[in-house]
C-alpha cells in the first residue's frame, strides 16, 4: 500500500538532530543500516525514511546517481517541488548529483524547506547530521515518489492551507493589539492570535528552538495563544494553557492534524484531516 506523505515526513523529523559518533566518521544508524557503514550516507537517510513508512517504489539506494536515474526510468522525475518529494542536489564543480534530502515545504518564494542527512549548519553534503534547510539553488531535479491520497472528511480543512514552516525561534512577545509574535534566528517574524506583522526585528531572548511545521491556531481561554503542528503536537505560548499534544501516540499514527478546537470546559481538541476528533486529555 502507498503510504501518505505526512508519514513518510514523520519518520524524517524524528530524526532530526542525530549524529555521526565520532564526527566525520559516517559512523551512524542509518549507513549502518545500508550496509555501508564509514561511507557517506545522504542516500541511505532517504532509503530509510522511505522504507520505514512503506513508501519505497523504486530500489532502496545508497549513491545518489543510482536513486536519481531510478525515477527517471520510472518517469517520476522532474523540476517542480512538490510535498515529500525526494531532492537531489549538484554542487558547483560537480559532473553528478551528489546529495539528496526530502522535501518538507515548497514556500511561496518557490524555496524548499529540506530534511537531509549528512549535512551540517553551512548546508553542506557531507557534515554528518540530520538537520533541516531552506534551499533554493544547486537543485537538479526531484523524484515523486507514488505517495497515496488520503482520504479527506469534506467537513475538515486545516487551519491554513499550507502549513507554516518557521525558522528556529529565538523570542516570543505579546504586542499591544494582542496575540503573540514570534522572532526567529535571522530577524524574520511571525504572527499570530490577531497579532499584527511587525516586520524584522533584532529581538532574542533564548537559544534557537525549532517549531515542526503549524497548521492551526488557537487564542487561549485565559491569555496566550496554541499553535498546532502536522504531527499532532501543540505549542503553548505566552501563558496558554498547555494539556498535551497528540503526537508520537498510537492512536494518532499514520494521521495529520488539521485543525485546533476549543472545548466548553476550556481545553481543546484535535481534528485530524481524516475527521478523527481527539481529546480534550492525550
Not at 555501508?36 to 541511505?44: D, L, N, R, V
Not at 488520503?150 to 502549513?163: E, H, I, N, S, W
Not at 518557521?166 to 496575540?179: H, N, S
Not at 485565559?222 to 492512536?251: E, H, I, R
Request: aromatic fraction near 10%; charge should be neutral.
Amino acid at each position: 500500500m502507498a503510504a501518505v506523505i505526512e508519514s513518510v515526513l514523520t519518520v524524517a523529523r524524528s530524526k532530526l538532530g542525530v549524529a555521526e559518533a565520532p564526527p566525520g566518521s559516517n559512523q551512524v544508524e542509518f549507513s549502518h543500516w545500508a550496509g555501508i557503514p564509514g561511507q557517506p550516507w545522504c542516500a541511505a537517510f532517504v532509503s530509510w525514511c522511505l522504507t520505514q513508512a512503506e513508501a519505497v517504489d523504486v530500489p532502496p539506494f545508497v549513491y545518489c546517481p543510482t536513486g536519481a536515474a531510478a525515477y527517471k526510468k520510472a518517469g517520476r522525475f522532474g523540476a517542480v517541488p512538490t510535498l515529500g518529494s525526494v531532492v537531489f542536489f549538484q554542487w558547483p564543480g560537480s559532473d553528478r548529483v551528489c546529495h539528496v534530502g526530502l522535501v518538507e515545504a515548497v514556500r511561496a518564494d518557490s524555496s524548499v524547506v529540506t530534511i537531509e542527512g549528512n549535512t551540517d549548519e553551512r548546508g553542506g553534503g557531507s557534515g554528518g547530521k540530520v538537520m533541516r534547510h531552506v534551499r533554493r539553488t544547486n537543485i537538479a531535479g526531484y523524484g515523486y515518489p507514488q505517495y497515496a491520497a488520503m482520504a479527506l472528511d469534506p467537513k475538515v480543512t486545516p487551519g491554513f492551507t499550507t502549513p507554516i514552516v518557521m525558522r528556529p525561534i529565538v523570542d516570543e512577545y505579546v504586542p499591544p493589539e494582542g496575540g503573540v509574535v514570534l522572532v526567529a534566528d535571522n530577524g524574520d517574524t511571525y504572527a499570530y492570535g490577531g497579532a499584527q506583522y511587525p516586520g524584522t526585528q533584532s529581538r532574542r531572548s533564548h537559544d534557537p528552538v525549532q517549531f515542526e511545521p503549524i497548521v492551526d491556531q488557537l487564542q487561549g481561554p485565559t491569555g496566550g495563544v496554541l499553535l498546532l503542528a502536522t504531527s499532532g503536537a501543540v505549542y503553548a505560548l505566552m501563558g496558554a494553557p498547555y494539556q498535551g499534544g497528540a503526537n508520537g501516540k498510537d492512536y494518532f499514527r499514520g494521521r495529520t492534524a488539521a485543525r485546533l478546537e476549543a472545548t466548553t470546559d476550556g481545553r481543546y481538541a484535535i481534528v485530524a484531516l481524516s475527521g478523527e476528533r481527539y481529546g480534550p486529555g492525550f
